[in-house]
């Protein structure tokens, strides 16, 4: 499997070093282009996007520019689109993926895209779902130490996507189901767009006379500001378990609204 020689500690000490196994990173957005200075160091990379730019930006970060097909044809293949193109890309790549290859996607949610995966991508694929609990802003400063979700999807790797992301990238790994990835990011991911959407469309002034509360409520805003349209739609309507906590916000909501009775 494409950990065994990076994991592999009984290798004699004069031995010479292994080649780097091939990776397929398809999708080149702004997850998937911060993922390729922390993913070169281990693996041969081709990078696959229809960007136009694309053989411009692979060869600044002196990476390969491939067509879908032969990235495809790595031994793992990491999908860095957006939930919505995950079917599209799934279906388009089937074909190509080699007999013991493993997949893995970094959708914000699980359930959806796992079943994705499992539905469009042959048998012989092993497939593993992750979650990076970080992006390219709260990674600029390097990503040791934070969290990635990993998920089963099918086949015997998921170990060994933990036990990389562990001990080569110096992640926090959360190994969790699915269902249970979605139902607590229902809350930490969509109540958190959910509030910042709220607060944007207040159009809240500047404001001189602040509190450290306020100050974190507003750079909360701003980080979800960022975020794409596209992204804010996955959190907030592709996780089953959102409706339950708008339903909830809502509620407290009407709470507050309430004239409080004297006394």
């Known amino acids: 499997m494409f950990t ?3 994991l592999d500690d009984e290798a004699p000490a004069l031995a010479p070093p292994p080649a780097r196994p091939g990776l397929g990173l398809i999708g080149a957005g702004a997850f998937g282009t911060f993922c390729i200075a922390h993913l070169a160091p281990h693996f ?3 990078l696959s996007d229809p960007r136009p730019d ?3 930006l692979a060869a600044r970060h002196g990476v390969e520019a491939a ?7 790595e031994p793992v293949v990491v999908l860095a689109v957006p939930q919505p193109r995950l079917e599209a890309v799934a279906r388009a790549i089937a074909p190509h993926l080699a007999p013991g290859s493993l997949v893995i996607d970094v959708c914000s949610i699980k359930q959806k895209p796992l079943a994705t995966l499992l539905e469009h991508l042959p048998d012989h694929v092993d497939v593993v779902g992750t979650h990076p609990l970080f992006g390219p802003r ?3 400063g390097g990503i040791a130490g934070l969290r990635v979700a990993v998920c089963a999807g099918r086949g015997r790797s998921t170990g060994r996507v933990a036990r ?5 990238l110096g992640l926090a790994v959360l190994s969790t189901t699915a269902a249970e990835h979605d139902r607590q990011m ?3 991911q969509g109540l958190t767009h959910l509030l910042a959407r709220i607060v944007l469309a207040m159009d809240v002034p500047e404001l001189a006379q602040t509190t450290t509360a306020f100050e974190h409520l507003t ?11 596209e992204l804010f739609r996955t959190i907030t309507a592709e996780n089953p378990f959102v409706d339950e906590v708008k339903a909830r916000l809502l509620e407290a909501t009407r709470a507050l609204a309430t004239p409080l009775s004297p006394g």
């Open 186 to 188: 229902a809350y930490v």
């Open 67 to 73: 067509d879908l097909a032969a990235a495809a044809a």
């Open 4 to 6: 065994q020689t990076l």
């Open 54 to 56: 694309l053989p411009a």
């Open 219 to 229: 750079r909360m805003v701003e980080v979800v500001r960022s975020d794409s349209e």
């Open 164 to 168: 990389f992301l562990e001990r080569k």
């Open 44 to 46: 041969r990379l081709r």
């Open 138 to 140: 709260s990674g600029a």
